[in-house]
């Protein structure tokens, strides 16, 4: 087993020094998902929420996480972010619908923009639950995951 690289000499936490990385093109691809009722999903499709548009509210909390995810996330190295994309898609339940949630995430530097996109992913699914709790609290954000990450030293990655 290597050494820690964020534990230092003293056993004790340090961000990773990341002068000497190569300056990539590096994405990462992540999804959330939220479980919510026939209710909660008919009103965020036909915009009936009473916060507003749930999708372009949950859009914008997502990319501006992304944004932030070096302030909440402590050892996170703040990034130069070049974009970020999140699309829904929604699927059937026996008891409801999936609101699925992917988020791409892509820059230009020294580390990863994993958590990021991980980031971004959760905070998308907090949202929605935040926006329609009104309606119904039973709603499920599912697992959050890393589906692929590109550039780096490490190279390329695609979930298994």
């Not at 020294?110 to 990021?116: A, F, I, L």
């Amino acid at each position: 087993m290597g050494k820690f690289s964020h534990i230092n000499e003293q056993g004790r936490a340090k961000m990773v020094d990341i002068t000497d990385k190569k300056i990539t093109s590096r994405t990462a691809i992540a999804k959330s998902s939220i479980q919510v009722n026939k209710e909660i999903y008919t009103k965020i499709v036909d915009q009936t929420i009473g916060k507003g548009d749930v999708l372009s509210v949950a859009q914008v909390a997502g990319i501006m996480a992304a944004k932030q995810t070096s302030t909440i996330i402590p050892m996170c190295h703040p990034l130069p972010l070049s974009g970020v994309n999140i699309e829904f898609a929604w699927s059937t339940l026996d008891n409801g619908y999936d609101l699925i949630i992917t988020v791409e995430a892509k820059t230009k530097g020294s580390t990863g923009v994993e958590m990021e996109a991980l980031t971004a992913a959760s905070v998308t699914a907090l949202t929605v639950y935040d926006m329609c709790k009104a309606v119904d609290k039973d709603m499920v954000i599912g697992e959050t995951y890393l589906v692929e990450k590109t550039g780096g030293k490490s190279g390329p990655y695609i979930r298994g």
